[in-house]
């Protein structure tokens, strides 16, 4: 199964009409936001979502950078993330030994993650 023209042509005009409106409404673009409700969202799924494969050539001429791409960290191992995390500014970390109970408190606004491994 692959992405015919059709779909590839149907994908980006989704995600530039998206990011148009985001953009002239002084937003963010929202690299999701297209997907949802799309009539290729079956073919989508089943190829793994295969957008940055249709919409990269397109962003890179531009010089438009993506830098989060969840299939890409989907290869990361765990504890590689929660390493990169606990280098960046804001971060603490707290660390349960075995069969130990810890409380953490957070004043927000704040996320809290409890990684197990």
């Known amino acids: ?3 015919s023209d059709e779909h590839r042509l149907h994908c980006l005009a989704q995600h530039f009409a998206v990011w148009f409106e985001d953009i002239k ?19 989508c799924h ?8 249709i919409l990269g050539p397109v962003l ?8 989060l791409i969840q299939s890409q960290l989907s ?13 960046r500014e804001g971060v603490e970390t707290t660390i ?3 069969y130990q109970d810890v409380q ?5 606004p ?6 197990m491994d």
């Open 96 to 98: 349960a030994e075995p």
């Open 60 to 67: 890179q001429d531009a010089g438009v950078q993506v830098r």
């Open 46 to 53: 089943e190829l793994g979502y295969p957008w940055l494969d």
């Open 1 to 3: 199964m692959n992405f």
């Open 75 to 87: 290869h990361v191992l765990t504890k590689d993330l929660v390493s990169e995390l606990q280098r």
């Open 25 to 43: 409404n002084d937003r963010l673009p929202d690299f999701g936001l297209p997907c949802q409700g799309c009539k290729n969202q079956k073919v």
């Open 104 to 108: 953490v408190k957070a004043s927000g």
């Open 110 to 115: 704040a996320i809290v993650l409890v990684v």
